[in-house]
């Protein structure tokens, strides 16, 4: 993967939405910028999906006009959410099965 | 300022009149509430003013309600919760606050929600560029140097490498936002931080860092929710004249990034100048590209196209760089492809508000389950799907997922259905939404309310369920009707449920609120059981419990459960009970029993109030005497005859002795030896006394006087005495009339099922059934790898048998590391008469011939008498059944092995060891070594390390000078001192060749002592009662002026003492050692 500075560049539709997006707060003085903002609430434990890639799927065909697409749009889904888990597990976040 | 709990303050003091007008409690609430929102009226502002303690006491008590209800909430599951919990600690927050500004105190919150304190240095977190830039500093203080940066991220463990200098940080300083001060700051790509940025966002309150980076460590986590979800999606950038794939998260819920960004901490912003909305999403969607990206890296993908020219040029270069590999294609080409891909994914690539339900209903009676789908109505309100696409909020959001789940449920298609969204289901479909497709259309974002499904499969049982015919009878021979029914987990099923279950496609039960299907292999098992119990419509209480304890075959591999009513279904009922009864102090019992021996007197309660008799089966070493001694002496005595105990001679001493130190009041006496009570003085005896004490051989000899008095229960130590019922011993015994019978032995299997079936046959006379269809149905139950012995104890344990061993952990862990057991040994006609000749050849020597030497000589010919007639002349007759040490000692050994054991057996005469080891060997069959003094050193060296490496059973004889320093023997659980030595420090180190460094279990020592001889005075010496020079000197300074009479005194047999094994086996027992 690469790395180092770099910014990335709305396509066209990100560009109007950019438009849309509210203006940019003001600068903050120290006692804005050390507020204290809501605790962000625990984590939930993480549970997999038995099957990663029920959500691509249901998007049905993808525009893409290669054989393979959905096949390996599915298999970018399945490995993925086999890393996630593998995370999850070093975090000790992973959900246990219910019939555990 | 000082810290200052959140209590109620209670009002204490003299009544008086209150001179303020009186407030309601609900206007009072009101005032504190809106004050602390800053939003009171000037009225409400005076009426705090004039109930200041109401006021404090009503604001801290409205503190901790909300600490309370947050705790509440923090449990709910649910997509709203963070919403939920975000609102609850905001209160919180603004309490407190109030609470504060109220006392002029901080209010000490349970869960306190800010890591940034004043004055308090910490590492910070800002967002840039998609990247992370780490610094340090805190309220009131000057940021950190790059080099205790660098420190401070070592200190908590971020990652080693990937960073690069980035421009200091400015943070406001001063009152004018312009004014700046710079933190010197480090950057990282999200790969590089992602798997510590998880961990930290794991933590509840992870040390070293601040709030900043914690919330980034949330949202990190968040991400990792999505990819292991699936509910990503891909989009096509364009990074300035090249595009890349970017994976974005999906199905974001709208009031979870509300609470998150409402959470975002300043410094997360400080070099981005955007709203906390905008940079949430911005970080989530780094964050879930990182980890999609990383794992197709991992995926063999095609190789992309050479040139993009044309439209599906494009498409294959996305699908060829989905790891995110940029790639060059014209504007014409690839803009309008990510118009398509971003128009595909809409349907989810927007925050939602609510989703669709599926809801599958439990079947009705006629086994059909009606599937709905839910849609939110113009309320929000969830309503028919149908409904809500005409008069939903946002009906083109819920056409397209309609159709999503259409997609993924195409029964929802199938035509005849009543209105769109509804279906109903067959058995099998049903089973296939809960198990598998429920599942896969959670992933996909859509609220999947179905019953719940076990995967597990259940054990299938039989039921008995007994009611007696006549109460009046009780015991085992109690009548009972009883009717017959399978059990599948908590599901009973008739005969009739079950053919009605398998004539359907998948045979489905409602089990502990789950479904579960059967196996169809169990179903016919089960309708086979029943249909061959049909006619069995009554059985005897005996006949009951045998089936409960899995004496009688069920076909079914949960056995058979017995409920209803009725003598065996109440006694089983009581065994559950039992483990709540123990008592590790008994009235009567002066120690402490160690928790299986309290379960165990629980135990024996139990059998005393059932009127049934049981087996004492404690490994050896586990305290069987003291654990019946503390029985006996918390029971009341009944009228009549006490408790009759039959032991081997070497036991019998230990009895009385461990009876007088655990229970003393109990009346305690020996009934053995030619001095014991006539057969007409027994009845009496037995009357008076509590316990009455005789071994094997005397309660056989004596069996006419025994069998005449009613005991109230008879104790057999060492209860493989009786293991082939056809013996004299065992017939005999069983004439012996008592209500209670129990057995002790630590080897209840030792050689098969048949012994306990004999020891069992004895205590519950009948009760089991014959022998063999005992050992067959319990070696038949034997399938799960266990020995068939070690099977039938547990089946059998609690109720007919308490089963401990020293292998069990939680056995081990209240044993000590040593046991020192004293067994007192018989002594044959043959080692009588040999001693005496030995002693009268000493006195009838003429005073003047007699010199020191010769008495000496006289203590050690003595004591090889004690050892065997053979240790002393070596007659080369073989050696069993001549001394009562030997054979005490092939018993300890049989018990050792039964075990699996090893057991060191020292002699400080090297000849006799090697006669004894020999005799061991073609004993056990098992090869026993002697190690002595006279072999070579690469003999003896290979010898030990045979002994150490051999698996399972083994023994080794040593010689006590050769063998009872240096050595490292932790093989050897066991320590038989067949001989004593007159310096107890010397049996110590021969007992410490098995208990040394690495010696992980408890190791029992035992030492062989024949009352009443020399054996014995030397047992005195060693255990300090006596000096040497005493035992032969008693009042003379020369051995050599001892006197016939005094030579009688101190080396002479003591009828009194000593237990002859008369007619009787020279067998013996184990024993126990004191509790």
């Not at chain 1, 809501?38 to 434990?45: D, G, Q, W």
């Not at chain 2, 349907?347 to 849609?375: E, I, M, T, Y």
């Not at chain 2, 030619?674 to 071994?695: F, P």
């Amino acid at each position: 993967m690469s790395e180092g500075p770099r910014r990335n560049n709305a396509n066209q539709a990100g560009k109007a939405q950019k438009r849309n997006q509210p203006r940019p707060p003001a600068e903050p003085t120290p006692a804005e910028f050390w507020k204290l903002a809501p605790k962000a609430a625990a984590p939930t434990r993480i549970t997999p999906a038995t099957d990663p890639t029920a959500l691509v799927r249901s998007l049905g065909k993808p525009p893409l006009d290669h054989p393979g697409a959905d096949r390996y749009l599915a298999s970018v889904a399945q490995r993925a959410a086999g890393l996630a888990t593998a995370l999850a597990v070093a975090a000790d976040i992973l959900a246990a099965s219910e019939e555990d | 300022m000082h810290d200052v709990a959140v209590v109620d303050q209670g009002q204490i003091g003299p009544v008086s009149v209150d001179p303020r007008p009186r407030v309601s409690d609900h206007e009072l609430a009101w005032a504190i509430e809106a004050e602390a929102a800053g939003e009171a009226t000037p009225a409400q502002l005076a009426l705090l003013d004039a109930h200041p303690v109401e006021w404090r006491t009503g604001l801290a008590r409205l503190l901790r309600q909300t600490e309370a209800d947050l705790a509440k909430v923090r449990t709910l599951p649910g997509p709203e919760r963070d919403q939920v919990v975000a609102d609850f600690e905001q209160e919180r927050s603004t309490l407190a606050a109030a609470l504060s500004r109220l006392t002029g105190t901080r209010a000490e919150l349970a869960d306190p929600r800010t890591l940034d304190g004043p004055g308090e240095v910490r590492l910070q977190a800002s967002w840039s560029d998609g990247r992370v830039v780490m610094w340090a500093a805190g309220p009131g203080t000057a940021p950190a140097t790059d080099e205790e940066l660098g420190e401070r991220l070592a200190a908590v463990e971020a990652p080693a490498g990937g960073w690069w200098p980035h421009d200091p940080v400015p943070l406001p300083a001063g009152v004018s936002p312009n004014n700046k001060v710079p933190a010197p700051a480090r950057a990282i790509g999200v790969p590089q931080a992602l798997g510590w940025l998880v961990t930290v966002g794991a933590k509840d309150r992870p040390d070293g860092v601040g709030a900043s980076v914690l919330w980034l460590g949330r949202v990190a986590v968040w991400a990792v929710d999505f990819v292991a979800r699936g509910a990503i999606i891909p989009t096509v950038r364009n990074d300035g004249g090249t595009y890349r794939v970017a994976w974005a998260p999906a199905l974001v819920d709208r009031a979870k990034l509300d609470a998150l960004s409402r959470a975002m901490p300043g410094p997360v912003a400080a070099l981005e100048r955007t709203d906390a909305r905008s940079l949430t999403l911005e970080v989530l969607g780094a964050t879930v590209d990182a980890i999609v990206r990383d794992a197709a890296a991992r995926l063999e993908l095609p190789a992309p196209p050479p040139v993009v020219r044309t439209p599906g040029d494009v498409s294959e270069a996305v699908v060829t760089s989905l790891d995110g590999t940029p790639f060059t294609a014209p504007a014409r080409l690839a803009a309008p492809l990510a118009e398509r891909l971003e128009r595909w994914a809409e349907p989810v690539s927007g925050p939602v508000d609510a989703r669709l339900v599926v809801q599958l209903d439990p079947p009705d009676k006629g086994g059909a389950w009606f599937l709905s789908v839910l849609g939110p109505g113009q309320d929000g309100r969830m309503v028919p799907l149908e409904v809500a696409l005409v008069d939903g909020r946002s009906k083109r959001h819920l056409a397209d997922e309609t159709v999503r789940l259409e997609r993924l449920l195409p029964v929802l298609n199938r035509p005849g259905g009543q209105r769109r969204g509804e279906v109903v289901l067959s058995q099998d479909e049903a089973f296939e939404l809960m198990g598998v497709t429920g599942p896969s259309l959670a992933a996909a974002g859509f609220d999947i309310r179905v019953p719940a499904l076990s995967r597990r499969k259940p054990r299938p049982a039989l039921r008995l369920t007994a009611e007696p015919v006549d109460a009046s009878v009780v015991g085992a021979h109690q009548l009972a009707d009883v009717r017959w029914s399978a059990v599948f987990d908590d599901v009973e099923l008739t005969a009739e449920d079950i053919r009605r279950l398998a004539a359907e496609a998948r045979p489905l039960i409602h089990s502990h609120g789950r479904w579960v299907e059967i196996d169809r292999v169990d179903l016919n098992e089960a309708a086979a059981a029943l249909a061959e119990r049909a006619h069995r419509t009554r059985l005897t209480g005996a006949e009951v419990l045998r089936h409960a304890v899995g004496l009688e075959t069920s076909g079914l591999a949960g056995g058979t459960v017995v409920g209803g009513s009725g003598w065996a279904a109440d006694l089983l009922a009581r065994t559950e009970m039992v483990s709540t009864e123990a008592v590790a102090n008994p009235e009567g019992f002066r120690g402490t029993l160690r928790s299986y021996q309290a379960e165990a007197l629980a135990w024996l309660g139990f059998l005393d109030s059932a009127g049934l008799g049981g087996c004492l089966a404690l490994d050896m070493g586990l305290g069987k005497t003291p654990t019946v001694l503390a029985h006996l002496a918390r029971l009341e005595k009944p009228a009549g005859a006490g408790t009759l105990v039959i032991a081997p001679p070497a036991v019998v001493g230990n009895w009385a002795v461990e009876a007088s130190r655990f229970a003393p009041k109990l009346k305690v006496i020996v009934h053995h030896g030619a001095s014991r009570a006539t057969a007409e003085e027994l009845q009496s005896k037995a009357e008076k006394a509590d316990v009455i004490i005789t071994t094997y051989g005397t309660a056989v000899r004596d069996i006419d006087a025994i069998s005449g008095i009613e005991w109230a229960r008879v104790v057999l130590d060492e209860a493989q005495a009786i293991k082939n019922p056809a013996s004299d011993v065992a017939q005999e015994l069983r004439r012996i009339q008592a209500r209670s019978r129990l057995a002790l032995t630590g080897t209840p299997v030792e050689n098969g099922l048949g012994d306990l079936w004999a020891i069992l046959d004895f205590t519950n006379p009948g009760l089991l059934g014959p022998r063999a269809a005992f050992v067959s149905q319990l070696s038949a139950q034997a399938k799960d790898g266990r020995p068939s012995g070690e099977h039938a104890l547990r089946a059998l344990n609690g109720i007919l048998v308490f089963r401990r061993t020293k292998a069990e952990p939680e056995v081990a862990a209240e044993l000590p590391d040593k046991i020192d057991e004293l067994d007192h040994c018989t002594m044959t006609p043959e080692q009588v008469g040999l001693y005496q000749a030995v002693i009268d050849r000493l006195v009838n020597a003429g005073e003047s011939e007699r010199r020191q030497g010769d008495i000496l000589a006289a203590i050690t010919a003595l004591k090889q008498i004690c050892n065997h007639p053979a240790a002393y002349q070596d007659d080369g007759r073989p050696l069993a059944g001549r001394s009562g040490k030997l054979a005490r000692l092939e018993e300890i050994v049989d018990s050792v092995f039964a075990a699996g054991e090893k057991v060191l057996v020292f002699t400080h005469f090297a000849e006799w060891g090697k006669r004894l080891a020999e005799h061991l060997t073609a004993r056990t069959k098992v090869p026993i070594d002697c190690y002595h003094g006279g072999l070579s050193r690469g003999v003896r060296d290979r010898m030990i390390a045979d002994f150490q490496a051999r698996k399972g059973k083994a023994a080794l004889v040593l010689s006590l000078k050769a063998g009872g320093t240096g050595l490292n023997l932790t093989a050897a659980s066991h320590v038989v001192l067949y001989d004593r030595w007159w310096n107890p420090a010397v049996e110590d180190q021969a007992r410490d060749r098995a208990w040394r460094i690495g010696q992980e279990r408890t190791v029992i020592s035992h030492r062989l002592v024949c009352p009443g001889t020399v054996d014995e005075r030397v047992e005195d010496v060693v255990a300090g009662k006596r000096h040497i020079a005493d035992l032969v000197l008693p009042k003379s300074s020369s051995l050599a002026d001892l006197n016939p009479d005094q030579l009688r005194v101190a080396l002479g047999l003591r009828p009194d003492q000593l237990l002859t094994a008369e007619a009787e086996d020279t067998s013996s027992g184990d024993r126990e050692e004191a509790a």
